[in-house]
């Protein structure tokens, strides 16, 4: 039996960071990584998508070429084989830059293997016991796989397997409308494929609010994307030209056949493998673990971080609960969950940038609000640049002035809604971003003109 004073479960967003800070503050750590250093956001999650989203988009300009004064001889056709290279590379490098840089680290011991619990205070990993005072897990999630009639009997595609694909699938069937499906679909539809989504609720992306899901719906519509909405009993089945999506929806055909199908209906925790029950850590009824407001089960000593605890979801989320739980342990700096601003972006083109509450949350909150929406279409640099789809909507709380949320979709939404973000977490009133001045001609500049027209909820 090995000894160490930490062992962090999984390389994901918040375990290398946390065996660094351990290491540098001379405690001795072992982290265990069953398959890819970095895991999903390196391998198969953030940096790949994005690598992908951005041949989208250089395609999509380049199509749109004679608009900007330029001529494109022949058509823009995408060669698959170099967007899986040109992403292979970026996304290497970064699984390469983790592992190398867990395996320079003095004070810390890189093992590959599947780490189980064998006891609160020990795991087993390639049949060696290696124990510890305290245990960190980040062994992160994977695509749901639903129990949908037929699923066993086609092959389909995951945000993993999709993307291994060096060609261009003609028809691709993505289930799942939320923010994984949507950036995939739009990639996909400017790589030359026909795109039909099948969401099984009302509307896409559906814990945003009506307005910005509707927007959303014609951005990715104008593309010639196909959306199904309220798709329910949805099951498989193989066809001679390729594999059916079944449904039962108020309006369309009961089938699409597509030549692929994509699955991104959203995400399990990888806890089911861990040997959890015999350190007696507690999960909930989708497999999360049950963490407090730093991140500590209910097993003194064991901490869980990033997606397998059900409070993120996110890379930013994850790296934060390192951040947290390193102030905590090792700075005495008592940080917390609660404290954290909920924020994220949904990488299509345009993005849509999301802070706080949405209109939906403040309303049920019952607090006396003001909201504010403008179109893209009046903002200077989207039209220089001719990309004017989207609104930018702030809703501020009409008492303390502060903000209470924020949804930019449009040019340079995912950066612009973190000036927000920033004054949110300086608990600032919404004034001191309509006084300051701004940058010209840039989307942030017209933040105080969007805030000038701020008006109680209708
Ligand atoms: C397609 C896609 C796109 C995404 N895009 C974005 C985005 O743009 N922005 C964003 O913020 N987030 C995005 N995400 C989410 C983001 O990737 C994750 O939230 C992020 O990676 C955080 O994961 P994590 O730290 O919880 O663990 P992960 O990154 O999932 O890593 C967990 C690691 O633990 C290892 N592991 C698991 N079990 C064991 C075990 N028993 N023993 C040893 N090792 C184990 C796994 O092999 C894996 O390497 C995306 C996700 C997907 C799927």
Request: proline share 4%; glycine share 10%; with cysteine.
């Amino acid at each position: 039996m090995k000894h160490f004073d930490a062992i962090v479960i999984g390389t994901g967003q918040a375990g290398p960071s946390l065996a660094a800070r351990f290491a540098a503050a001379s405690k001795s750590v072992a982290i265990i990584e069953r398959h890819k250093f970095g895991g999903t956001c390196v391998n198969t999650g953030c940096i790949p998508t994005k690598t992908l989203v951005a041949s989208a988009y250089a395609a999509h300009l380049a199509r749109r070429g004679v608009e900007f004064g330029f001529v494109v001889n022949g058509d823009v056709r995408v060669d698959m084989k170099r967007v899986k290279a040109r992403k292979d590379e970026i996304s290497g490098r970064s699984n390469k830059g983790v592992e190398e840089w867990l395996r320079g680290l003095e004070n810390c011991t890189v093992i590959q293997g599947h780490a189980r619990f064998e006891s609160p205070h020990s795991v087993v990993v390639n049949d060696e016991v290696l124990e510890a005072d305290k245990i960190f897990i980040n062994v992160g999630g994977r695509a749901t796989v639903p129990a949908f009639p037929g699923i066993h009997d086609v092959p389909f595609l995951t945000n993993s397997s999709m993307l291994d694909i060096d060609f261009l699938p003609e028809h691709l069937v993505i289930v799942g409308g939320s923010y994984i499906g949507l950036e995939f679909g739009q990639v996909y539809r400017r790589f030359g494929s026909e795109v039909t989504i099948v969401e099984m609720g009302p509307r896409l992306i559906g814990r945003e609010d009506e307005d910005v899901s509707e927007a959303v719906r014609e951005i990715v519509e104008l593309e010639g994307i196909r959306v199904r909405l309220n798709a329910k009993c949805i099951s498989l089945a193989k066809r001679d030209s390729g594999i059916a999506v079944r449904m039962e929806c108020s309006e369309g055909s009961p089938e699409v056949v597509g030549t692929h199908v994509l699955l991104a209906v959203g995400r399990t925790p990888n806890t089911h493998d861990l040997g959890l029950e015999r350190a007696g850590v507690a999960t909930d009824e989708h497999g999360y673990i049950i963490v407090d407001d730093q991140l500590e089960t209910d097993v003194p000593g064991i901490w869980a971080l990033g997606d397998c605890n059900g409070h993120g979801g996110f890379t930013h989320t994850s790296y934060n609960d390192y951040e947290i739980v390193a102030d905590n342990l090792l700075n005495a700096d008592h940080r917390r969950v609660s404290d954290r601003i909920h924020t994220y972006a949904l990488f299509t083109d345009p993005p849509l940038g999301r802070c706080g509450m949405t209109d939906a949350e403040i309303r049920k909150s019952g607090r006396a609000a003001l909201v504010a929406k403008y179109p893209m279409s009046r903002v200077s640099r989207a039209y220089e640049k001719g990309e004017t789809q989207g609104f930018m909507k702030i809703a501020v709380d009409a008492e303390t002035k502060q903000i209470l949320g924020a949804a930019i979709l449009g040019i340079g939404g995912d950066e612009v809604v973190q000036i927000l973000l920033d004054v949110m977490y300086a608990k600032a009133p919404y004034t001191v971003v309509q006084r300051a001045m701004h940058i010209h001609p840039t989307v942030a500049e017209y933040l105080p003109t969007v805030l000038s027209k701020l008006e109680p909820f209708a």
